[in-house]
DNA sequence: CGGTAAGCGAGACGGTACGTCGCGTCTTAAG
DNA sequence: CTTAAGACGCGACGTACCGTCTCGCTTACCG
């Protein structure tokens, strides 16, 4: 009996070249930006064909989205016995991420294509927000155990709250106190 | 100095021209999105020829933010009587604006523009946001008046609040429930 | 059936293959000319790797020479016993291959390379005209011996010039009649 | 009354750009041939843009025609009052522009695009070889008054085969004597 | 009130980047 | 070993916009 078995055949796919591209979009998204980077430059840069590039991603926004994939952290749950410590970690851990060059472009790449693709904003909730709140639920749980919180407390909605304003901090830098301080003194809005 | 003013001379701007292109630029902006659409297309589309755009626009930026400044609202400052029905009346107003399939695009172009570009950020902060804040402080303070907050509630900081998840929720879209009713939820948070 | 379709080990398909190359690239040639097929297409439709051409032929040119050596008629010495009925069945035997959609194409790609490649021309006289060239003096001694013609009739010249016109009226279709009756026309003019 | 007349609008075509172009064609085609040579270098070498080439010629070919049809030379019709003369004028003419390394290419080039695409066969028949084929009844008609030649001689078909033998020759070089030379003495065969 | 200078629609310009196609080479797995 | 499959680096293709530059015509002001 002939399994028609739907095997991978010819060449497989370099994942040296695929490699190399994701490096050099990062790069050059750190360096010219969304807009100012090119495909052709990738390519070059990477020493990599463009049609192999077009082989694996359909656009520009996938290409970056998988490159900025590649690169991502581990979601952490503090557990410091104490909320806003944990919270203070959080922040911090996410200032790391997003007060760095390639991280404000990045995170300005994520809002330009999620707001003009819903369909990108949906997968990048899946994908990235979605295992973040589930952790910071953890974190309310276990203040809510301690008796730190109420126990009614929306933990969906509160990290819904930080993320929101962590964006609007970094997009339009409302004040001149740094950007941690400004999020922890929002979050304390909300929280008790 | 010379007392020979530079008065315009010759031939004045059309204003029919300007009309045009502001409306034929809100016009693709919603259809096509910023990204999508190009210049050349709203020359053709306002019946104007590509310098006569140019004249006074140096980059699509600034043509598409005339356009949405031309058709902005007048600040309103509800006054119910009760907080939250001052709330839910700011509520609708932002609603009318960003819910409409114009409205989505301009927001999205606006945070697309703004996380790109910090000085747009800055502009649209001052022209747009503060006097929003301004007049939400005095919601608050009518509010705090009829003792219905804590006196120390900072007016600012729950505007920042209040506009950072309405714009979360209008690109992120993360419940099934309506925008309005989520905004409200969130913003029950931070006001006592 | 005593053993599997799939037969042997070692290299077994090698003559297959090349036929199949063969007659694809003869398929393809006639529907889309020598610069519209490519390689790959040859490759697919042949169902061979394209490694497999390139281990054989060096170009597409070799290929396609090869292709139309392998389909070759034999050279004819028609013998009615009057010249101009021998010359109406070499008319008749060149109108059977050139009048076809695969013979145009076949002798555009002849004439196309041998005008850009002297090397392929002079190849191409001595495979093909040469023979048909020595062919055709045969024809014309026979008609010399029955005084039909002028003994000192240059064969070889006589030869070239209806080689010359007949490419000419296949290329140009200088006249609504038929090919046949203009070649037959052009030569009445050489011969007596 | 209202004449819709067509009349031109906007900038007009740069003549400079169209003469660079063609110049920068003729260079590309002599150096590198038809097929070696891109449309990208071609405008480079011209210092033009791309498009400004597909705006004026939607191919290759097209392009090539119009610049070989630049640098073309009027039509001559030699009266030396003797037939042989006159011909021998015809040859030399043709032999200039032929015999020419850019010559030949263009001649390769001509053949080529007239034996793969039909149309451009007729466009170059209707364009270049009718009135040759005019001027060459001329000379034909001279000879007839002067009772060099038969009334009866058709001088379109002398025409065609005196090119057919021109550009068969041109191809194959069929002897090592001049082509000059090997010309007269197929068109021998054919005028009396 | 007539000249004139700026503005106008139209559209061509030199460029840049796009996404596709075909080339000829290479790298697999299967036989 | 060779084969079929197919990915690879390369580079040309023809298109879409960019922002600028002529054109020939209004049109409103200023002398």
New interface residues.
């Given amino acids: 009996m002939t399994d028609t078995n739907k095997k991978s055949q010819g060449r497989p796919r370099s994942t040296q070249a695929h490699q190399a591209m994701l490096q050099a979009t990062l790069e050059l998204l750190a360096e010219f930006?969304?807009?100012g980077m090119s495909i052709d430059a990738i390519a070059v840069r990477a020493g990599v064909g463009k049609p192999t590039i077009y082989r694996r991603y359909s656009s520009k926004e996938e290409l970056v989205a998988d490159a900025i994939e590649s690169v991502r952290q581990d979601v952490v749950i503090p557990n410091t016995g104490n909320l806003w410590d944990d919270i203070d970690e959080l922040i911090q851990n996410a200032a790391q991420i997003t007060l760095s060059p390639l991280g404000r472009k990045t995170?300005?790449m994520i809002?330009?294509s999620?707001?003009?693709n819903?369909q990108f904003?949906q997968i990048?909730?899946t994908k990235y927000?979605q295992p973040r709140k589930q952790a910071f639920a953890v974190v309310l749980e276990r203040a809510k155990a301690r008796n730190e919180i109420q126990a009614d407390?929306?933990p969906?909605?509160?990290f819904?709250?930080m993320?929101?304003?962590m964006?609007?901090?970094?997009?339009?830098?409302?004040t001149p106190e740094s950007w941690e301080a400004y999020v922890r003194?929002?979050l304390r809005?909300?929280?008790s």
Wanted: proline content about 3%.
């Fill in positions: 930006g969304f807009d995170v300005a809002i330009n999620a707001s003009n819903s904003a990048y909730c927000l407390l929306d969906g909605l509160v819904d709250t993320s929101a304003i964006l609007y901090a970094l997009i339009f830098q409302p003194r929002a809005l909300c929280i």
